[in-house]
């Protein structure tokens, strides 16, 4: 048998460089390789070597546990191979047990060992909330710069200036003397047209002033600190490593842009931004702590506990966010690391509630208490606010898709800086004449949930009060004033803004989240359909379907409780989350009583997202970018068999396979050096082809320079053997080079007649890089991960020549 | 070579009925084998066969798809393949999805077949509300009635009876004319030392009257309704086959004897129980449903979503039931199985809100709402807290086991009836006494919990109200009165007793749940600390620990929220619950504010608890009964290979196999005769030992028998074939027998050098029953599901006489 090599690229699990840089796609700028911040170099060059791992430097050979430097660790941009790092961290653990037994030392090394998990999780919780706390205070500082500044001091934002001011009556709270407008500031003036252009031409320079500043220091410093952040995240909890991405200068950088990005008044939100931050929190922590620092896997736990924190502070709901990490980010996800999670979001809760960034105790702006009871009729209009969510979400998706998918293939994605700030200026030009964008999107979030009291003073709590006594929370529903209805206008083209401008400004090269612009517009359309029925059941208290429950003079409508539905039916839409979306709702509400009409609105909303395009927004960006990633919550469905996936195919070549005690080095170099795949299997013999373990290329490579510097009479006749004792040699041949260690001994096998839905669940669940398929128990091919992605794409009918494949 | 069978039992994956009947154990009295309700006996004819399953009846022909009646079935006391039923779903659903395209009415099919589920889980939600409100409403009626009876209607408890009196102040609301205490109702005193008496001698004699029922009616209608149920449910849902177990007579007498239980006194709750009578209902429900009649991988999926209800009506903690069945409960959990776990849980807990049993609006009686703040100090008594749960709760994991074992191998275990009798007895005579053990330990721990407002009027409350403004809700520490004295000593000796009874009550055969017995200690042993701590800071608030945060007239204890963290702390102590136990303790409380004191309770206990022995409470009764329950928390941890465990060991026999085309019918059927495990490897032929497939003996059986009867020409000396064509046979033999379609061409095999961590890994993830073991290509043994447990309870030095072994 002949091995001239089957097609390139189909063996190795997604390993070579060259190959896997065509993965990185629009959102990954690859020139950045040399902007690794220096605490990943460290990491980076302690677990791998540059361009194929042939140079071991010496220096390494002291400080290294492994009997040969290098063997066991990745490549940037490659799979982990989950069942090795589970091993070698049971291993590690065994050795700690076994060594605690004989000294107190050890003992105490051991029990130190045992809670360096909590303690990271606390430190990771403290680092995340501070960092939560810090970003929310300055974004409302530089959102309000916006508008004017703080005489007091100009690091004052409008809330704080006015604080003290007993100027003012309880109505013109937010006006008081120290707090100047740009117009009143510069021109002396806060009335008039000309004082309205300044103040509208200072807006848009400094959100212009801002989105520059944001763009231009993550194109220089931090390329990974644009985007939200969460479909990378989900690729790298999977098991793909990209070096950097949560490294410490997209932690700062991406911190520093948020705010940026959030002031500067895009249609954007700090929600997902914030998992990218905790993640990066959770991952720079971890070079503290040996155990997590040097096990790929056991740091993938520590992610998934820093992603619950990172929602818990973004929504101030900590069991909401260890479920969103449950349900939407992590790939493996043991009981141990849901306790922790826990933990983790808790401390970054109570953290943030410490800093009280908001000033009223609670963690996010748009917390809300709602006491009126709803009505079971209501789900009707709950159920058609779900059917909005839905499809807002499916069309956000393929139309944010369609214009990534422009951005990346087109003249567009050579100027983002250009993109940004065109972006900037439309949404400041659109924004400021319309009281609802001008706001901040969590300002007009928590103005919509709100429900209206007596005393508010806002636009849309313009009620008219036709009625005499005041009795305090029960306020009845009242015919809608001057003010509501001029609000409903200005609040639908508010939607129709957002809603276009967003599916533009999520992809840009600046830290976007999408939960915010999601809820926003959901909360519009809430708001509007709750005021409609409202007034319907105020004016037609008689009709049949209000009679009964809706009597005049009753508080029966609640339009906050209709915002807060329509938002988590778009944000389901657009993320179909479901246990966790509900959740976090829930936090953000008082009482269980609401849950309901939540989830009524979720699951209409994922039924008809789903109908429309199954994919969520993170799924479809991971697919626009070609990461490898192996979606665990879809079904593989189709009936199609290993032999039909495995490689060689029945035209090509046989397998490339080493023999166990018949190949010189030589053939093993000319081997490697012709071929470019990550692994080779080991069998017994070219003729039986009866399987014996798989050797990895990357270990190969390293043992074998190895052993012809450290090792005498290794020379390229040298037979290599993968057995226990050297085979027989002839006399005077070299002495026979054994590498045994590095061969993995129960690789994972399946037969070619195993269905495919049975090797997809193998391959999530034990979380494979390879498996070996073979027929009567002899060696028939093998299948990837890679392999296995292609052939979903392939049966999905979804874009064959995805970037992944090229 | 020759196959004189390797160790009987060995091989076969827990399958023969005779080895099984064995692993019962105490809690399943296998005398019921003909109690199984009708429900399920049809189920049963209709998917298995009694004796080996060589009867095959013919009127199954028509209404099976199967090519073969019976083949693809499981026997009871079987463990299933997780592999296979995922298989057999997916295929009927491509089936649907295929068929679909064809008709409008497959259309309809395919559409009404995805929204089974969610109709299934709305029928859970409701009939499991309302078998709780059903419950609750009974128990209460049933506990007042051993106390006396209402005049205006003996259907009405004490508290309806009283509802509409006027005659009484708000002092006495409990004392109304039209209920009458039996002392009242016989003999027209209701004081002094005979009405007394009397008093207390009905009090026992209803206790033992109600406990005699129910242990009677379990004994002679339904064995399996006795005990939490729990630790079956998890054996259950992991994929081992209990028929009956979650029967119509199951429900229906668990109901009954539940509220029976209750009533009598004992020291036991309904919490854990309700979970069972929930996955009754998901069983009996999935009846109705095609989908998931008949696939049990389907059906357990909808179980784990009615453990998820079943906790949400116990605690009305949706969030907490779906985490708990998640941590707890469930085996194969996805993330489908989540959200649709949530709506069940959701429907169940507004079925019976809209039930209202406790007419507060409340779905428990002890829902608490706390307003005082706690202080950072408080940690310290919390932690305390933790300490004693953690070791109550491995103390009474010890007694407990100690007890059940004794019950088992002794001649206690005959006479269960007596045991009950005499165990009611000692709960009613030393409880009556005590005020605390006398009400029900729902209201004890509601009391408990209750933070004492300045018109509470119990004893507990009993404070010197000695400041002169009354400010509403906020009240200082104040003195303790001589009421909270005495309650602090009936409290300590209600504590002793119920530490003591309860170690003797869990296990007998009523149906009895742990948490609200362990949730009653923690409270009481909470409460006494809080009153302690609350005393000494009102005494003692110049002391350094206190000056500085609760200075005079402060309110800075809460002894409720001390009752409410002992009662966590103990519950997880026991149960070694962690995410599920916060949420569930965190909905039953108001506020975010009080998760941190709950979790640092529940932390240390269970730190605690785990120094002293691993396993909660429903874990060491799955050991203790020898369920083949494969632990998926657990790591395994021992450095064995997988040839360590595999059969044939070293001195055994080779392995026993089918050869693919070589054996006569005979010669298989002596082989089936000879042995009894539950399948054989099949090889391409013994010398070679290549590994083709595996063919279960059940199906094997069937598949001959079935051939013998009505395909001609098979005769004993018929060749048995696997292989796609027919074999070359002489002329004038008789025709040969294909039997490929029963063989599995993708067994799961792995390497004799493989790791156990990963073998058990293996099992745990993709749900085995079996796996083959090669070397070097050939077929080498064979590790089943049994040899796996073995091995584990091997390892950890556990029972190597543990009843499934023997």
Known sequence: MDNPGFRRGSFHSSTSDEDLVEISGATLDFSMTDDVPPLDRDLGEFMSYNGGGLNVPNKMMDFLEEPIPGVGTYEDFNTIDWVREKSRDRDRHREITNKSKESTWALIHRVSDAFSGWLLMLLIGLLAGSLAGLIDISAHWMTDLKEGVCLRGFWFNHEHCCWNSEQVTFEDRDKCLEWNTWSQLLISKSEGAFAYILNYFMYVLWALLFALLAVSLVRVFAPYACGSGIPEIKTILSGFIIRGYLGKWTLIIKTITLVLAVSSGLSLGKEGPLVHVACCCGNILCHCFTKYRKNEAKRREVLSAAAAAGVSVAFGAPIGGVLFSLEEVSYYFPLKTLWRSFFAALVAAFTLRSINPFGNSRLVLFYVEFHTPWHLLELVPFVFLGIFGGLWGAFFIRGNIAWCRKRKNTQLGKYPVLEVLVVTAITGILAFPNEYTRMSTSELISELFNDCGLLDSSQLCDYVNNFNTTKGAKLPDRPAGVGVYTAMWQLSLALVMKILITIFTFG??????????????????????????????????????????????????????????????????????????????????????????????????????????????????????????????????????????????????????????????????????????????????????????????????????????????????????????????????????????????????????TPMEIVVDIFRKLGLRQCLVTHNGRLLGIITKKDVLKHIAQMANQDPDSILFN
């Open 508 to 753: 840009m090269k600046v830290p976007s989240g999408l939960f915010i612009p999601s809820m926003a517009v959901g909360a519009i359309a809430g708001r509007l359909l709750g005021v409609g029925v409202e007034q319907l059941a105020y004016y037609h208290h008689d009709w049949p379907i209000f009679s009964g429950w809706c009597s005049q003079g009753a508080d029966c409508i609640t339009p906050g409780l209709y915002a807060m539905v329509g938002a988590a039916a778009c944000l389901g839409g657009v993320t179909r989350m479901t246990v966790s979306l509900v959740v976090i709702m829930f936090e953000l509400t008082g009482g269980l009583e609401y849950i309901v009409p939540l989830m009524a609105a979720a699951m209409t909303s994922k039924w008809v997202a789903d109908a429309i395009g199954r994919e969520g927004i993170y799924d479809a960006h991971i697919r626009l970018n070609g990461y490898p990633f192996l979606e665990a919550k879809e079904e593989f469905t189709h009936k199609t068999l290993a032999m039909d996936v495995m490689r060689p195919r029945r035209s090509d070549p046989t397998l490339m396979v080493l023999t166990q005690d018949s190949m010189t080095v030589e053939d093993v170099e000319t081997l490697i050096s012709e071929t470019t795949y990550s692994g080779y299997p080991v069998v017994v013999s070219r003729e039986s082809q009866r399987l014996v373990g798989f050797v990895l290329r990357r270990d190969l490579i390293i043992s074998i320079e190895n052993a012809r510097k450290k090792q005498d009479g290794i020379v390229s006749t040298s037979i290599i053997h993968f057995t226990d004792h050297s085979p027989p040699l002839p006399p005077h041949a070299p002495p026979s080079l054994k590498l045994r260690n590095i061969l993995d001994l129960s690789p994972f096998t399946v037969t070619d007649q």
